[in-house]
């Protein structure tokens, strides 16, 4: 999937876990979780994609120190993670290495004989657009949104996906993500910028009252 998908897949499942659980969510962080494991696309000299920063393993082994320390408040966290990987990729494209290092057989929908769902086929495109929609919808009516536009240092993290996925898949020339994707990027784009802004000018603005 494309960062849509996956931001949009990773607060489906890890907000009714939290509020299952009791566990205030920090919804930035749990929607720069759901893209880390395309890390390896920086590196793709070293790592191969959809490799060891996709697998299962990998993700439970980094996730143990916050299990001891935070326990359950780390659980929606865990699921924005592995996702990524357990539940898009396996579904769109494949060829995941899910239990490296245990093996480094591919897993996925179309490895098990199903049929292939292409990144850029229709069939993605339509989940991408279902899964952003409803996602946004959850996020207005749970007063989700609201907190993008406070003053919070911890949304700062969402320079990581501005820089790295969202903008450069609008500019330029072809266009990284399919046509009828660019709108839903650009309203993370543009959502995430706001946050960044917000605290830029609540740290000036505390700056020039002293």
């Known amino acids: 999937m494309f960062a ?3 931001m949009a897949l990773a607060y489906l499942l890890g ?5 299952l659980l009791k566990v205030n969510l920090n919804v930035p962080l ?3 979780l759901s893209l880390i494991p395309d890390v390896d696309l920086l ?3 070293f790592i191969s994609h959809r490799g060891p ?4 393993v990998t993700a439970v082994l980094v996730f143990v120190p916050f299990f001891v320390v935070y326990r359950k408040k780390a659980i929606p966290y865990f699921l924005g993670l592995v996702s990524h990987a357990a539940v898009a990729d396996f579904l769109v494209g494949g060829d995941l290495q899910l239990f490296w290092p245990l093996t480094n057989a591919d897993f996925g929908l179309h490895e098990l004989g199903s049929y292939y769902i292409a990144i850029n086929s229709p069939v993605n495109v339509a ?3 279902s899964l952003f929609v409803v996602a946004t919808l959850v996020m207005f009516k749970a007063g989700d ?3 993008f536009f406070q003053n919070k240092k911890s949304n700062l993290i969402l320079v990581v996906p501005i820089a790295t996925v969202l903008l450069p898949s609008v500019v330029g ?3 990284a993500v399919p046509v009828l994707l660019v709108l839903p990027h650009l309203f993370y784009l543009v959502l995430f910028g706001v946050s960044v802004l917000v605290v830029f000018f609540g740290f000036f603005k505390k700056k020039k009252d002293r």
């Open 30 to 32: 749990l929607l720069v």
């Open 43 to 45: 590196f793709g000299g």
């Open 4 to 6: 849509v998908g996956h």
């Open 173 to 175: 020339y072809p266009l």
């Open 127 to 129: 989940l991408e657009l």
């Open 53 to 56: 920063t996709h697998s299962i």
């Open 15 to 19: 907000k009714p876990v939290a509020k």
């Open 145 to 147: 949104l609201r907190g």
